[in-house]
């Protein structure tokens, strides 16, 4: 009985990993509304891997604090090098359907 109840356990857990990612898709709000924000960059949370495969161009996370309102947000860029720390960057401000804001790097892809 008690592998009978580990197998049932982890046939909810696999359920569950699997539904997940489409439960976040489909509760995801749609961008209402779009302008531009100015930020200074406070860190630099996450910085390509060594053996990535395109060398000219890297994704670098920022944490970076909006100069409008002081909010801090995370926000990925996909760049040559990154923004020395203290740098202003221009951001994209996103307003959802539900209230939430997100930010984005302006002209990133990411």
């Known amino acids: 009985m008690l592998n009978s109840g580990r197998w049932l356990f982890a046939a909810i857990l696999a359920l569950l990993i699997i539904l997940f990612p489409i439960w976040i898709s489909l509760s995801a709000s749609p961008v209402v509304s779009r302008s531009t924000a100015s930020a200074t960059v406070k860190s630099i949370t996450q910085v390509p891997q060594p053996d990535s495969a395109s060398p000219s161009t890297e994704i670098y996370r920022y944490m970076v604090v909006v100069d409008s309102d ?41």
């Open 70 to 110: 002081a909010t801090t947000a995370f926000v990925n860029d996909l760049v040559s090098r990154p923004h020395p720390l203290g740098s202003a960057v221009l951001l994209e401000r996103r307003i959802h359907a539900d209230g939430t804001v997100s930010y984005g790097m302006a002209g990133s892809t990411r």
